[in-house]
T-cell receptor
Framework: AQSVTQLDSHVSVSEGTPVLLRCNYS??????LFWYVQHPNKGLQLLLK??????LVKGINGFEAEFKKSETSFHLTKPSAHMSDAAEYFC???????????????FGGGTRLMVKP | GAGVSQSPSNKVTEKGKDVELRCDPI?????LYWYRQSLGQGLEFLIY????????KSGLPSDRFSAERTGGSVSTLTIQRTQQEDSAVYLC?????????????FGDGTRLSIL
C-alpha cells in the first residue's frame, strides 16, 4: 500500500522569498515520485519527477525537489517565489497497482500556495 | 493533438440522467487513466486502460460507473442514473506506456454538476 502526506494544506509566502512545500510518502516498493501543479480550472501539469536516478531533481519554472529515502520525504522548493506560482501543488507517488501491474497514482491532499506582492 | 483533450469541459444535468464523458489521449500513448477530483475526497483514481483493456475496475465508485476505450485511443466514462454525490471534476490522463516511472499527462477535466 502507498500513501502521501502533504504536511501543509496552505502556504503563504511573499514574492521573491523561498518556497518550501513538504511531502512525506510511504510505499511498499521502490516508488516513482512526482510533483504536479494545478492552476484554477485547469488540469494537472507535471513539474518534476523522481525515478531512482539523481536524488535532487530539477523541474520546470525553477522548482526542484530532493528525494530523501531515510526520511521518506520529497519536499518541493524554489529559491524565489513569483506571483504566477500561486496554485495548488500535489505530491504524487506512483507504484504498482493492486494486481502488481499498472501505474497507480496516489495523490497527496494538495498544498495551496499563495504569493503576496 | 498536442495534449489530452476532454469534453465537455462543463456538464450540468439533473439527478437520475445518464452522462458520458470523453477523453482523447495524446497520440501514441497506450495507457489511459481516469480520476475524480472532489472537494471532500481530493483526487481519487478510478480506472486505467492498457490499450483497450481495463484489468482492474475496483476503483470505480459504484456499478453506475463504466468506462470503455476503443481503438486504443478515445475513452468514454459513463455514469448512469447520476446522483448529487457524483458532482466533481473528472480528469483523464495518458502516458506513453504503463510503467510506474512514466509521468501521466492530464487533460483540463470535465466539471460535472448534478442538480
Amino acid at each position: 500500500a502507498q500513501s502521501v502526506t502533504q504536511l501543509d494544506s496552505h502556504v503563504s509566502v511573499s514574492e521573491g522569498t523561498p518556497v518550501l512545500l513538504r511531502c512525506n510518502y510511504s510505499s511498499s516498493y521502490s516508488p516513482s515520485l512526482f510533483w504536479y501543479v494545478q492552476h484554477p480550472n485547469k488540469g494537472l501539469q507535471l513539474l518534476l519527477k523522481y525515478t531512482s536516478a539523481a536524488t535532487l531533481v530539477k523541474g520546470i519554472n525553477g522548482f526542484e525537489a530532493e528525494f530523501k529515502k531515510s526520511e521518506t520525504s520529497f519536499h518541493l522548493t524554489k529559491p524565489s517565489a513569483h506571483m504566477s506560482d500561486a496554485a495548488e501543488y500535489f505530491c504524487v507517488v506512483s507504484d504498482l497497482g493492486r494486481n502488481n501491474a499498472g501505474n497507480m497514482l496516489t495523490f497527496g491532499g494538495g498544498t495551496r500556495l499563495m504569493v503576496k506582492p | 493533438g498536442a495534449g489530452v483533450s476532454q469534453s465537455p469541459s462543463n456538464k450540468v444535468t439533473e439527478k437520475g440522467k445518464d452522462v458520458e464523458l470523453r477523453c482523447d489521449p495524446i497520440s501514441g500513448h497506450t495507457a489511459l487513466y481516469w480520476y475524480r477530483q472532489s472537494l471532500g475526497q481530493g483526487l481519487e483514481f478510478l480506472i486505467y486502460f492498457q490499450g483497450n483493456s481495463a484489468p482492474d475496475k475496483s476503483g470505480l465508485p459504484s456499478d453506475r460507473f463504466s468506462a470503455e476505450r476503443t481503438g486504443g485511443s478515445v475513452s468514454t466514462l459513463t455514469i448512469q442514473r447520476t446522483q448529487q454525490e457524483d458532482s466533481a471534476v473528472y480528469l483523464c490522463a495518458s502516458s506513453l506506456v504503463l510503467q510506474s516511472n512514466q509521468p501521466q499527462h492530464f487533460g483540463d477535466g470535465t466539471r460535472l454538476s448534478i442538480l
